[in-house]
């Protein structure tokens, strides 16, 4: 019989192979209880048409992408959930000029006053994030890279915009 008699010592036995973390936090996959994940942070303009897409593990908060979703932009108001309520993001946005509309959170030890009327607005990104996981590749993340999820993303976004349907049934 070829090959060996007696088994491979020091070598690992499991045929699964290990990521660092960095490699995965690169890739945008982060760990949570129901396994790996990754969030998609996104920013639209007053029409619900997407402006910027962005990628990063599950388990970030979605405050730490806020700077990078406002950067190369020069809104009036930004309408965000209670997930980006920052002292640093609100004063970000004055020193824009901006508006900022975000409830305060619960637990906030000096409520901030927004506008109610306005927030009712932030439903345009919540409908465009719906159409957007009609897409099974961008609703399960297929794709093994954050670059091919990404661009899974971005062209799912532009069959949105050209207002291509997906059958839901």
Partial sequence: ARGR????YGR?????RRRSKKTLTAEALG????????????????QGQPVEL??????????????????????KTVIA?????????????????ATAV??????RQEPRKYDRA????????ERFVNR??????????????????LSMVHLAASLVMLGVTVNTA
């Fill in 132 to 149: 957007l996981k009609h897409y099974r590749r961008v609703a399960t993340r297929y794709e093994k890279t954050a670059r091919n999820y």
């Fill in 12 to 16: 690992r036995a499991s045929a699964r």
């Fill in 102 to 107: 975000i409830p305060p959170r619960s637990n």
């Fill in 54 to 75: 962005r990628v990063g593990p599950g388990q970030e908060h979605d405050v730490t992408r806020a700077a990078e979703l406002l950067a190369n932009h020069q809104p």
């Fill in 118 to 125: 306005k927030y009712k607005h932030r439903n345009l990104i």
């Fill in 31 to 46: 760990r949570s209880r129901g396994g790996f994940g990754t969030k998609l942070h996104l920013a639209v303009d007053a």
């Fill in 5 to 8: 008699s007696r088994p491979r």
């Fill in 81 to 97: 959930d209670k997930g980006y309520d920052s002292d640093e993001l609100v004063a970000t946005i004055k020193d824009r000029r």
